[in-house]
């Protein structure tokens, strides 16, 4: 009896060890990206626009190349994030039409993605210059995490929209997401009209 049961379970032992290990395969779970996240170091934007703002020193300054773009549209490009700030400035030309007409047209911009989000919350903020900005954290899987819409409600009008060029979940960009929402902070406080 005692050596039909070592028999037995020196059988049972061997055939649990023995198997192939394609037998065994269990997939792994999506990795999400990994984002060293570098000290902002900041410097000033070139004086060739009519605005001026610090920015962070890893993002490069692109102009628009979309065919309806104007002269002063540029992107802040983050190439370690695969990622761009959009910046669309009209004059305002001191017009109250012109200027509402462009509002209407950020906040329907910013409205489209409301289908796909999770959260959309918008906040008036107070920036150091006195000026105020509406800034917009979207949450959920939509293409733009971040907006923000500024004007001196007279000459200028700035409008500025955060796009990843990847097919990551937001979930997993958020470290990259909040990094660059605080580089808009940084450049919205430190914004100066040019004349």
């Known amino acids: 009896m005692i050596k039909y049961s070592v028999f037995l379970l020196t059988g049972l032992l061997l055939a649990a060890c023995g198997s192939d290990s394609s037998d065994n395969y269990i997939p792994k ?48 490009n983050y190439p370690l994030f695969k990622a761009s700030v959009q910046l669309t400035y009209k004059p305002v030309l001191n017009d109250v039409n012109r200027l509402r007409a462009m509002l209407d047209d950020s906040y329907k911009l910013a409205a489209r993605h409301k289908i796909k989000a999770a959260v959309f919350e918008e ?52 470290p990259a997401i909040q990094y660059i929402r605080n580089d808009i902070m940084h450049m919205l406080n430190t914004l100066k009209w040019r004349k």
């Open 29 to 76: 779970p999506k990795g999400y990206p990994r984002f060293d996240l570098p000290t902002p170091r900041y410097k000033l934007l070139e004086p060739t626009h009519p605005y001026q703002f610090e920015y962070n020193s890893i993002a490069r300054i692109l102009p628009d190349t979309f065919a309806r773009s104007e002269p002063d549209w540029i992107f802040i």
């Open 123 to 174: 906040r008036r903020v107070q920036l150091k210059s006195g000026l105020e900005a509406s800034v917009i954290d979207l949450g959920g899987e939509v293409p733009s995490q971040v907006q923000f819409i500024t004007t001196d409600s007279t000459t200028h009008f700035l409008r500025g929209a955060l796009y990843f060029n990847t097919a990551t979940e937001n979930d997993s960009l958020q």
